[in-house]
């Protein structure tokens, strides 16, 4: 049975991760839930400790094997703030709530298991099955709307070194980072140009990037600081191309390079997550562009570096906070 349990949990998007004393700790990031297994014999003193690494888990089960029975007088002898435990007679078959719940999810998923379904735990929670990264599609809607508006003011889909001076006033009269501009205390411009993309193939892959990372940052910090890592990063790259180039300057880049150094964070500071990879494929993506940016003219690789600089330590001191 506990290997049905354990099959069931991977194959349905649950991260595992063995723990002291035999017990496995399985974590859902999008249902924000854990659950934690183990025998009575190794029950530990407190659980606090192994949870430090899920501080985004809002809801831990707990539940306890007990193959030589369930003696109610010692279930009162451990108590556990904010848990709640399942201690399970694997004898008689019995399921024990302590404290009592009239939450039925745990018992009706052992249940499902047990006959050979395929439980689904957590799938009755609305609140996490229709989660929606709204900012980060708020954000590709600026985005594209912004570029129609240049090209309807004269900016080329495809930049042309024939029409350069038409593509340069179209980019300038809508914000783009010019230093000289900047400098006289057009200093708007450091957050306007983050929303400007010279041609189409330019806006389609950061905005393909943003598409890909900006749900799973979303989710994971939440709506509110998602959108205080992307615009801080996106500032972040702006300031670091001021300071460090002279060239004209546009693009979303600075600010997902800020998303990669968020998500970096956020996984290095959850071991379960670096184990399971998101880490590792992270760091290639990052080492990659880093790599592309420095071989191809024309790329502000300041403002990626400042980006990614600015959104990882946007994180860290939101995790602080």
Known sequence: MFEQIINNLRQTGWTLVTLKGNWICATHESLKRGILFGNFSELPQEFKPWLGDFITISQWDVIVFCPEGIDSARLRQHRFSGLQLWYWDTHQGNLFPFPP??????????????????????????????????????????????????????????????????????????????????????????????????????????????WALGPLTEESFGHRQFLMIYFFSGLGGSIASFLFTSALSAGASGAIFGLLGALLFYSYKRPHLWKSGLGMNLIIIIVVNIGFGLSQPGIDNYAHMGGLFTGTLTSVLLAKK
Do not use: C
Request: glycine residues 8%; aromatic residues 12%.
């Open 101 to 210: 719940t009239k939450d039925q999810r745990i018992p009706r998923w052992l249940k499902q298991i047990a006959s050979g379904e395929a439980g689904l735990l957590g799938t009755e929670s609305p609140a996490r099955i229709t989660f929606k990264p709204y900012f980060t599609y708020t954000l590709i809607g600026m985005n594209l709307v912004y570029f129609l508006l240049m090209v309807f003011a004269g900016l080329h889909l495809f930049p042309n070194p024939t029409e350069g001076s038409i593509d340069q006033r179209v980019l300038i009269e809508f914000g783009a980072k010019v230093n000289t501009l900047i400098q006289a205390g057009e200093v708007w411009r450091l957050l306007t140009s983050t929303f400007i993309h010279i041609g189409i193939i330019h806006l389609t892959f950061n905005l393909y990037a943003l």
